[in-house]
């Protein structure tokens, strides 16, 4: 019997595993697909929220660790595996922002790097941006991570401790529970059925959390968004940060890709590509990036963000049960704000003294 099972091998589950499995830990973490190929592939990987002014406090708290972090983090991942996932401080540019006033107030409160910049620097920064843009918030310190590279990196990781098992393929359908405990963890793997035991469970399931927590009666209000983003390559990257306009924005990687992104869509667990989001994505694309029109598009994808209230994530114990967890609901942020999550998870399950206040985040106050 393991320590630990974590039901859900993105982003969230696979920093979980890593905590948990450096404090010697026997970690199983199993997936219906493959680790990392769900929301944590499908991102942007803007290490940022957006728009972070218009998050509370609980989504600020876990963003600005996260963000310090990372680098550690990233150069830790290139020793162990010879991965570079190329996090890249690119700074972002927010144009013609509508509440620059609110932005800016936050920013000072916050000791956030934040400069309003006319259109002689937004120009001199960004060439080939549309003309007309008059002033914009430039954000420096915003960095961006190829995210489908640092699960690879993760799962490279993990895959090389021998106190860590991963099982992929392995959907989980159900529970048993005795009183107040889940005594085992029901799963079909490789089209047969089967049960795990573990010691603690936790639910990193992302967009499915709801569903796999229904199993036990229980329910967290986390809802799939699903998102589509568009991909286009150039021999010579075209701008240099990444441009944030009326919601949509592009991301300039190291190696001359450059995505589009993204739509907010409430349809269920639907995650078909669409023409008339491309079409709509296209159209932004175009109003920050005029060139875009000479070039294809070598990319299409969705993913299925984990919607929760106020973007505000679910971690900690579950009600009625003394061996249940949750990790799940990042929404919009799950990429910046997973490191953060991870560590106060582990916190908790460890008995350390945790990185912030659990509070906002436990399930038990977020009824
Ligand atoms: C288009 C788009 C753009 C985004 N851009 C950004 C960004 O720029 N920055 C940022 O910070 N965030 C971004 N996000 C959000 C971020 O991607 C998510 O918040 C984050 O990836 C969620 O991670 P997760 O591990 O919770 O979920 P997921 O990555 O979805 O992982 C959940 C895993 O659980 C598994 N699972 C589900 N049910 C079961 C079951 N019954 N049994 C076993 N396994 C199960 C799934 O197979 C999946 O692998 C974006 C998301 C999208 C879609």
Redesign the pocket.
């Known amino acids: 019997m393991s320590d630990f099972l974590i ?7 696979l920093l979980l595993a890593r905590k948990l499995a450096a404090a010697d830990a026997d970690v199983v973490l ?4 493959r ?13 940022s929220p957006l728009y972070p002014w218009r998050y509370q406090s609980a989504v600020t708290a876990l963003a600005s660790w996260a963000q310090e972090f990372y680098p550690q983090l990233v150069a830790e991942l290139v020793e162990e595996t010879g991965i570079d996932p190329e996090l890249r401080r690119s700074g972002l540019l927010m144009l013609a922002a509508e509440d620059a006033a609110a932005a800016r107030r936050w920013a000072v409160r916050n000791r956030y790097k934040m400069e309003t910049i006319d259109a002689a620097a937004i120009y001199q920064a960004e060439p080939q941006l549309a003309r007309g843009f008059e002033s914009g918030l430039w954000m420096p310190d915003v960095a961006n991570v190829r ?1 489908p590279r640092l699960n690879q990196a993760l799962v490279a990781s993990l895959s090389s401790r021998p106190n860590v098992t991963i099982r992929e393929q ?4 159900g529970f048993s529970s005795h009183g107040n405990r889940v005594s085992g963890i029901k799963v079909i793997l490789n089209n047969e059925r089967g049960e795990l035991e573990a010691d603690i469970v936790v639910v ?5 959390s709801n ?2 927590l229904q199993f036990l009666g229980l329910s967290v209000e986390i809802e799939p968004v699903k ?3 568009l991909l286009f390559k150039f021999e010579q990257q075209p701008i240099k940060s990444i441009l944030l306009n009326q919601g949509r924005y592009l991301i300039p990687r190291i190696d001359g890709h450059l995505l589009a ?2 739509t907010l869509e409430h349809c269920g667990f639907d995650k078909t590509a669409t023409e008339t989001a491309k079409q709509s994505l296209l159209q932004s694309a175009y109003k920050l990036l005029p060139m875009l029109k000479q070039h294809e598009i070598v990319g299409q994808w969705a ?4 919607g929760a209230p106020q973007g505000i994530p679910y971690i900690g114990k579950l009600d009625n049960f003394e061996n249940l967890y949750v990790n ?1 609901g ?9 490191p953060a999550s991870a560590r106060l998870l582990a916190d908790c399950l460890l008995g350390n003294e945790p990185i912030i206040d659990p509070a906002p985040y436990l399930p038990a106050n977020r009824h």
């Open positions: 039901v859900g091998g993105g982003i969230n589950g199993l997936d219906q697909g680790c990392g190929k769900e929301a944590s592939w499908a991102g942007g990987g803007i290490i995210n392995c959907q989980v359908i990193c399931a992302g967009a499915w569903k796999v998102g589509q983003m992104g993204s993913g299925l963000r984990p799940a990042h929404y919009r942020n799950g990429l910046v704000l997973a």
